[in-house]
Structures are given as C-alpha cells and as structure tokens.
C-alpha cells in the first residue's frame, strides 16, 4: 500500500476551490490510482507538497524534492476550462511524481531542458517521459471530471 501525505498550501486550496474542485476528493482519488498503478504489499509512505507559482502559466515537478507547482497566471477563461486546465496540470504533474518515486526514474532521464520546455521542442515534446505523464494526464483528468463534475 502507498500512502501520500498531501500538503496543498493555502493559495493551491484557494485555486481549487475556485475551481470548484474538493482537496478531499483529489487527494483520495489521487491515492486511488496511485495503488492501482503500484500493487505492493510493502508500505510506502511520501509526503507530496503541492503549491501554485502566480508567475507561471504551466506545471512543474521537483524531481527529488516531492512537489508540484501549478501556475496561476492563466489567461481568461470560463470556470469549467480553468478546472480542466487545472486538474489536466495536476495528474500531468502527478505522473511525474510517480516516476520519480514509484518507478524510481533517474532525473537525469528526462534530458530536457528549461528552455526545450519552453520553446516545446522536440526534446521536450518526444520525450518518452513526457508522452506518458500527457497519457496520464488526458486519461485521468477525463475520468476526474466525468466522476465529480
């Protein structure tokens, strides 16, 4: 069994609810596809930070450091695409946690860099890790939203 310790800080919760998104409910759907992912008998705790970053419009994951940034500086959009755009970000990050921690994913494998993420270049957009954290993302968020909203 895997067991996350989340810890949204007080502007993450702020930009879920606005979003009319439930912290309880992510967190235990989260945890859901987590063991679903990992069947272990073997307990595994993590603690998984998750904040917001007001100057960025994308995501990030701290590989190492257990923590996911979401950017808040999104353009003007209605509520329902900024609570798809926000959970999307979410599980893309959250699969990056999972490389990281369950599949034990070398940092150095993700081989891009900054200025390939923000360009989207080929590096970055081709990279295998990347193209399964979009699959996760696409998968998970559609069955989020069907579920809950």
Do not use: P
């Not at 008998?41 to 923590?67: H, M, P, Q």
């Not at 070398?106 to 590096?123: G, H, L, P, Q």
Request: net charge positive; proline share 0%.
């Amino acid at each position: 069994m895997i067991i996350i310790n989340y810890n949204f800080d007080k502007r993450a919760k702020e930009l879920f609810k606005s979003v009319d998104v439930d912290i309880k409910k992510i967190e235990n759907f989260s945890s859901f596809i987590i063991n679903e992912y990992k069947n272990t008998r073997k307990v595994w705790v993590y603690d998984l930070s998750v904040k917001t970053d007001s100057n960025c419009s994308g995501g990030s994951y701290f590989f190492g450091e257990n923590k996911i940034e979401i950017g808040t500086k999104l353009s003007k959009r209605s509520k329902k695409n900024k609570r798809k755009w926000t959970i999307g970000t979410y599980f893309h990050e959250l699969c990056h946690f999972i490389q990281d921690n369950i599949d034990n994913i070398s940092e150095r494998k993700i081989a891009y860099s900054d200025k390939d993420v923000e360009e989207c270049n080929d590096t970055y957009y081709n990279n295998v890790y990347e193209i399964q954290a979009r699959k996760f993302e696409d998968k998970y968020s559609k069955i989020y939203l069907e579920l809950f909203h």
